[in-house]
């Protein structure tokens, strides 16, 4: 990693940052549960990540990388979308009034 | 870059966007769904474009990872009952975490191991790389340490012992240290691995002396860490799209920590090194306790038929008893009988941040009558009688009078301040913090013991033949 795209790294995250704390405080105790289940799906994109290790890249590609990114991939896998339907199943269940 | 990459890089943008908007969307119900649907569209071009990846040489095992992931996480997500929410978070954040690490671990073995060029595992690379894996171990293990105490194979009190506390923090110095030893020689194989087993041993240190009635904050620090950890990935493969999702997951995490902390007053130290409830010994005013009033379910039908006002106040123990479908029958009879019924939730009851709500709306009890603790205390001296169901710290008035009880300044519900207050407990033990209750002392409160759901089925009944 050059020190250039560390740096344009670290910019991303601290607007990242700021900006996570502008939106989240606005969310309401009520939708705290949910809150925590839709970040934890949205956090499981590290499977992008875990995807290029399970398959392998470069010319020279380790065994050991891919079962270790394989892995990686069920975990991931397993949070994006247990994360998201029990996030909607929540949701739906809010309403206003019977 | 040919149009790949640009693609590629274009979906991870996207994606990025549409998180934002997403999170967004949860600061009100009405624009939640959208807001989340949004996210679930912005994840698959994510997922679509990694797929275009001209560097995968052979998608076998990607697919069989897809595969297995979407059938656990689907089943997980259909089948998880909403008392079980805490456990399920626990078990996703040792998850989310895991992948951190093992992309981590995979990425250090390559360079290690001659599969990739060495003279890439620089020292901004190597602490990148280092900050992941010891923060995705330590909080795989907690996390796991979290779930068992949740679904209670791990004994929820706190195990403490002597000199746990030196011992802990000799063991995260010594971690760190290996850390940034790795920092300056990358290349050190034997001090990686070691830093690694000590991280995951040290996760389990860390959580194991913590009681279950901290959990609410031990959820959001882990939350907090799973998304800082996944960041570090980000920083790891210089992907913007993961060190985006995974900041907002850490900050998300972070937010709630601090407002869990705040509830019970207390500091974050405090809660992790704290071992609160273990042996305090416990300073109560003397001379005010009394006798505990137990009343019979029919006067509690009657006080409550003919009430004006009723507010419940719900606690971990509505969980236990899975009693959140009867409570809202209760109430349902009381308001077709003209009462006005709110419910009010302190931020910390539960084991999660919210879990009363969820609970309750899952029992059809509409947002609306949800009150928050600075909303509803205003209203408990106009309430006629308030039904405490399963809650006990969040209620104690030591909080408020007595400035040598432990949980002195934790902001609490006043249900004291109502007409009346019946309170349903299991037994006549302690509450998990193992502290005296003199709200259960008070003239102005009945105690109704039993099972949370039996008690308030058998209200349901004794309130239509009033």
Redesign the interface.
């Known amino acids: 990693?050059s020190?250039e795209?560390?740096i344009a790294?670290i910019y991303?995250?601290a607007l990242?940052?700021f900006?996570?704390?502008q939106?989240?405080?606005?969310?309401?105790?009520?939708?705290?549960?949910?809150?925590?289940?839709?970040?934890?799906?949205?956090?499981?994109?590290?499977?992008?990540?875990?995807?290029?290790?399970?398959?392998?890249?470069?010319p020279?590609?380790?065994k050991?990388?891919?079962v270790?990114?394989?892995?990686?991939?069920?975990?991931?896998?397993?949070?994006?979308?247990?994360?998201?339907?029990?996030?909607?199943?929540?949701?739906?269940?809010?309403?206003?009034?019977? | 870059m040919n149009l790949q990459i640009y693609f590629i890089e274009f979906s991870?943008l996207l994606?990025s966007v549409l998180?934002?908007l997403?999170?967004?969307g949860?600061?009100?119900?009405?624009t939640?769904?959208r807001g989340?649907h949004l996210?679930?569209f912005g994840?698959m071009m994510?997922?679509i474009?990694?797929?275009m990846?001209f560097?995968?040489?052979?998608?076998t095992?990607?697919i069989?990872?897809?595969l297995?992931?979407?059938t656990?996480?689907?089943a997980?997500?259909?089948w998880?009952p909403?008392t079980a929410?805490p456990q399920?978070?626990a078990l996703?954040?040792a998850?989310?975490a895991?992948?951190?690490a093992?992309?981590g671990?995979?990425?250090y073995?390559?360079y290690t191991?001659?599969?990739?060029p060495l003279a890439?595992l620089?020292h901004?690379?190597m602490g990148?790389m280092g900050f992941e894996i010891m923060l995705g171990s330590l909080t795989t293990t907690g996390s796991l340490i979290a779930f068992g105490k949740l679904q209670g194979i791990v004994p929820g009190k706190p195990l403490v012992y002597r000199g746990q506390n030196i011992f802990n923090m000799t063991l995260l110095a010594v971690t760190i240290g290996l850390f940034i030893y790795l920092i300056f020689v990358p290349t050190a194989v034997i001090p990686f691995y070691v830093m690694l087993t000590l991280a995951f041993l040290f996760g389990i240190l860390l959580v194991l002396p913590i009681g279950s009635a901290d959990m609410p904050v031990v959820?959001?620090l882990l939350?907090s860490y799973?998304?800082l950890a996944?960041?570090a990935?980000?920083?790891?493969?210089?992907?913007?799209?993961?060190?985006?999702?995974?900041?907002?997951?850490?900050?998300?995490?972070f937010?709630?920590s601090i407002?869990m902390c705040r509830a019970m007053n207390r500091s974050i130290t405090n809660v992790l090194f704290g071992a609160f409830g273990s042996a305090a010994p416990v300073v109560g005013i003397e001379g005010q306790q009394g006798e505990m009033r137990e009343v019979s379910l029919d006067d509690i039908a009657v006080q409550l038929a003919y009430a004006n006002k009723v507010v419940f106040v719900p606690g971990y123990g509505l969980a236990t008893a899975q009693a959140q479908h009867a409570v809202r029958e209760l109430a349902s009879v009381l308001e077709r009988r003209g009462v006005t019924v709110k419910y009010g939730?302190h931020?910390v009851a539960g084991r999660?941040?919210?879990?009363m709500?969820?609970l309750l709306?899952?029992a059809?009890v509409?947002?609306?009558q949800?009150y928050?603790l600075e909303q509803i205390n205003p209203e408990f001296p106009t309430t006629d009688v308030a039904m405490v169901i399963g809650a006990n710290d969040v209620v104690n008035p030591d909080a408020r009078d007595n400035p040598n009880s432990p949980i002195a300044g934790m902001p609490i519900l006043e249900v004291d301040h109502a007409k009346s207050v019946v309170v349903l407990k299991r037994g006549q033990g302690k509450g998990f913090s193992g502290l005296e209750n003199p709200l259960f002392f008070k003239p102005v409160t009945g105690m109704l013991y039993g099972d949370a759901k039996d008690t308030l089925t058998k209200l349901v009944g004794a309130v239509q033949h009033v």
């Not at chain 2, 560097?55 to 998608?59: G, T």
């Not at chain 2, 191991?113 to 990739?116: I, L, Q, S």
Request: aromatic letters at 8%; charged letters at 10%; hydrophobic letters at 50%.
């Open positions: 990693m020190s795209s560390m790294a991303v995250f990242a940052a900006l996570g704390y939106v989240i405080s606005r969310v309401p105790p009520l939708l705290h549960t949910p809150l925590m289940s839709a970040t934890n799906a949205i956090s499981g994109i590290s499977l992008v990540g875990s995807i290029v290790i399970a398959g392998g890249t470069g020279h590609h380790s050991v990388a891919m270790l990114g394989f892995i990686a991939v069920v975990c991931s896998t397993t949070n994006v979308v247990g994360g998201f339907v029990i996030t909607d199943r929540m949701l739906r269940m809010f309403k206003r009034k019977k | 991870y994606a998180f934002i997403g999170l967004k949860l600061s009100h119900p009405e939640a769904k989340m996210a679930e994840m994510a997922i474009g990694t797929l990846h560097e995968i040489v052979s998608y095992w990607i069989v990872g897809l297995v992931g979407s656990l996480g689907l997980m997500g259909v998880v909403m929410m399920r978070t996703s954040h998850f989310g895991f992948a951190a093992l992309v671990i995979a990425e073995y390559s191991h001659g599969f990739k890439e620089g901004v690379k990148a959820m959001s939350n799973a998304g996944s960041a990935t980000g920083f790891v493969l210089n992907n913007k799209v993961l060190i985006i999702a995974g900041t907002l997951d850490g900050f998300s995490g937010i709630l407002l939730i931020p999660m941040p919210g879990h709500n969820v709306a899952e059809n509409p947002y609306s949800l928050e």
